[in-house]
């Protein structure tokens, strides 16, 4: 783990596209501010491991193709011209 010293205002790079910037700091935290392109995804860890562990329940049901297509319709009927 890299441990870098940054004071209000400063920032660090990642990678050449990530810059995390010290915004404020208090008693109770620190205030990051994250400038990212859109294809990088940035997330608290806790909602980094929800999202995790949601993709991994999600990847251990299995449904039945006939099931999932019943579902597919479902949520999708054909529009009154056919199509």
């Not at 999202?51 to 319709?73: C, G």
Request: no cysteine; hydrophobic share 45%.
């Amino acid at each position: 783990m890299l441990v870098i010293t940054r004071k209000l205002e400063q920032s660090i790079v990642i990678g050449g596209e990530v810059e995390v910037i010290v915004l404020g700091v208090t008693k109770d935290g620190v205030r990051l501010g994250i400038k990212a392109p859109r294809s990088v995804q940035v997330h608290r860890r806790e909602v980094f491991e929800a999202i995790a562990a949601e993709n991994r329940a999600a990847a251990e049901t299995r449904v039945p193709v006939q099931d999932a297509a019943a579902l597919l319709r479902a949520a999708h009927p054909p529009k009154a011209d056919g199509r």
